[in-house]
């Protein structure tokens, strides 16, 4: 059971795009359309920004979207805010109801 | 308002118990499977363990045989009981609410505030 693997960091200026990857293997985000993504800011619980890869939760704004190719998937950000700097982490369900989440990523708005 | 409260955490010496409760509200609790889901201080999130509608069970490797999850539909609450404790268990501990698609986790869509457990000499 190894975290799926995400850079440490990733920063952009306002109004620009970002995208933040998450690589798995052919057990986990290769073979399930089960990735989600959370944002969480200091000392508050996740919240959850994509499910099944590319869906939004409704109340989610439509700069936060998700793709998916082999056992890569990502996060991108259009259009950056000052309120979307957070840590973002990626989860995939990984078989036997287990489910994995990526080490981490800490988005600065510069 | 779909609510998630866990209570029970603490300051407990390595090789000590804790027991874990999240008081949920606000759905129909036994229609749902539960999670709990830990943060060590300034560290990611990590899976600890998952319990289904009709009570089947998952733990992650670094807790298996050492934590037990259980729930009581009547009363609306999920519980951890975690034995063995080590060092490497500090963590804000998290109930989180899944959705599921043919019984596999999808998502995690509600969670609680967390509970801080600290394990220490």
């Known amino acids: 059971q190894s975290a799926l693997t995400q850079p440490a960091s990733v920063s952009g200026s306002p109004g620009q795009s970002i995208t933040i990857s998450c690589t798995g293997t052919?057990?986990?985000?290769?073979?399930?359309?089960?990735v989600s993504w959370y944002q969480q800011h200091p000392g508050k619980a996740p919240k959850v920004m994509i499910y099944?890869?590319?869906k939004r939760p409704s109340g989610v704004s439509i700069r936060f979207s998700g793709s998916k190719s082999g056992n890569t998937a990502s996060l991108t950000i259009s259009g950056l805010q000052a309120e979307d700097e957070a840590d973002y982490y990626c989860c995939s369900y990984a078989g036997s109801s287990t489910v994995l989440f990526g080490g981490g990523t800490k988005l600065t708005v510069l | 308002e779909v609510q998630l409260v866990e209570s029970g955490g603490g300051l407990v010496q390595p090789g000590g118990s804790l027991r874990l409760s999240c008081a949920a509200s606000g759905f129909t609790f036994s229609s749902y499977s539960m999670n709990w889901v830990r943060q060590a201080p300034g560290k990611g999130l990590e899976w600890v363990s998952y319990i289904s509608r009709s009570n089947t069970i998952y733990y992650a490797d670094s807790v298996k045989g050492r934590f037990t999850i259980s729930r009581d539909n009547a009363k609306n609450s999920l519980s951890l009981q975690m034995n063995s404790l080590r060092d490497e268990d500090t963590a804000v501990y998290y109930c989180?609410?899944?959705?599921?698609?043919?019984?596999?986790?999808?998502?995690?869509?509600?969670w609680g505030q967390g509970t801080l457990v600290t394990v220490s000499s």
């Open positions: 989180a609410r899944a959705q599921e698609s043919y019984y596999k986790v999808n998502y995690f869509d509600y």
């Open positions: 052919s057990s986990d985000v290769g073979s399930y359309n089960l």
């Open positions: 099944e890869v590319s």
